[in-house]
Structures are given as C-alpha cells and as structure tokens.
C-alpha cells in the first residue's frame, strides 16, 4: 500500500535553532518527492523537488534529503524564524499519472521568540 | 501572476443546502486538481482535469460531489446536499504537465456545514 508517513507530528523549537522533519514513503514505483510549506490559511507553497537521483536539494535555509534506498526524506531548516511557523507537507509521487500524489498529514512546527 | 484563485475564501451554509466552489487556475497550466484538508486525513486528491477534461474522479466521496471545468480559465466543485461531515478546506491547485512540475496551489476555500 502507498503510504506517506511524516514525524513527528507537531515540533516546537526556540528562534534560531535548527531542527528536522522526517518523511518516510512506501511509494512505488517512485518518481519523485517534494516538501511544502503550508502557512495558516494558505494553501501549500513548493519547497523542493527530488528526483530518484538526487540525494540534497537545498532552498535558502531548507535543506532536503532523501535516501531512495531506505525510502526516506528529511527536511531540515536551519536558523529557523519566527515565520517558519507552519505546517510542512511531504509528498511523494508514483512514476505512473498526473494524479500519483501520495500526501503525508504534515508536521506543525511552531517558532517561538 | 495572480496565482490560482479559489473563491469564496469562507462559506457557512445549512445542512442540506448546495454548494458551489470557484476556482481559476494560472494561464497556460494544463492540469487542475480539487482536493479537500481536514485535520484528520490532510490533503485527499478528488478530482482532477486536464485540458478541461475530467481525467480521474475516483476521489469524490460521493455523487453528491460533482465538478464542471467549461473552460480552461474556470472550475466549480458542487456539493449537493451538503453535509456537516463536508466541512473542510477545499484547495484547488493547477500544473504543467510533466512529472517534475510543481503544483500550485490557491489558498482554498474554508467550508463549514452546520
């Protein structure tokens, strides 16, 4: 079965300090992953984007890795801000069709001051 | 770009009543795609077109969801009845074709049925 799990499910950290979301698939067969930013009413935003060959992607102060081995990601964010508060979507996608799009529930992470 | 724009942002309506979602995807995007957020399942794919074509609908619950692409600038997602358990946020999002391409999302329609 296609299953997207994310962990953990909610994080809280101090301005300034790094942290990292993890994302782990059971897609098959994989085309690609992709982490999204969700801010509070607002639909999600695109991170990155891998490919089977890619192991980092980085985006300013987010970095993406992924393991098609293990068939993991994580997302790490570094220096985190006040407006990295959000919820962080992980999506994996099937190489077959427009709609393979397996979601996993997002992790809420919370900056504070 | 505007970007892909859902209205109405906010909708409060009886049990029982219709529905209609808006959505207007980006210019030159072939794809639209309807899905629906709860706190409970996240984001769920319901329908999606291409071309203005309804491609896949495996994902609408029930034949009391029903969505219309007459062009390609334009999409309704109907509910009718509603029901309290529709309540959720309906986020229609657009593409490129291609595998590698990101979706777009707008910024959704918040729907509580009471």
């Known amino acids: 079965k296609n299953q997207v799990e994310q962990s953990p499910q909610s994080l809280i950290i101090l301005e300034g300090k790094n942290c990292t979301l993890q994302?782990?698939?059971?897609?098959?067969?994989?085309?690609?992953l992709r982490w999204y930013k969700q801010d509070t009413g607002r639909g999600p935003v695109s991170l990155t984007i891998m490919t089977f060959s890619e192991n980092t992607k980085s985006n300013g102060r987010y970095t993406a890795t992924l393991d098609a081995d293990t068939k993991q990601s994580s997302l790490h964010i570094t220096a985190s801000q006040l407006s990295d508060s959000a919820s962080y979507i992980c999506v994996v996608s099937a190489t077959t069709g427009a709609n393979n799009l397996f979601f996993g529930t997002g992790t809420r992470l919370t900056v504070i001051p | 770009d505007a970007g892909v724009i859902q209205s109405p942002r906010h909708e409060v309506t009886e049990m029982g009543q219709e529905v209609t979602l808006r959505c207007k995807p980006i210019?030159?995007?072939?794809?639209l795609f309807w899905y629906r957020q709860t706190m409970m399942r996240g984001l769920e794919l319901l329908i999606y077109f291409n071309n203005n074509v309804p491609i896949d609908d495996s994902g609408m619950p029930e034949d009391r969801f029903s969505a219309k692409m007459p062009n390609a600038s334009f999409s309704t997602l109907k509910i009718q009845p509603s029901e309290p358990r529709d309540s959720a946020v309906y986020f229609c999002?657009?593409?490129?074709?291609?595998?590698?391409?990101?979706?777009?999302f707008g910024s959704g329609t918040r729907l509580t049925v009471v």
């Open positions: 999002a657009s593409s490129l074709p291609g595998q590698g391409k990101s979706y777009t």
């Open positions: 994302c782990n698939y059971t897609v098959s067969p994989f085309s690609n």
């Open positions: 210019s030159g995007h072939d794809y």
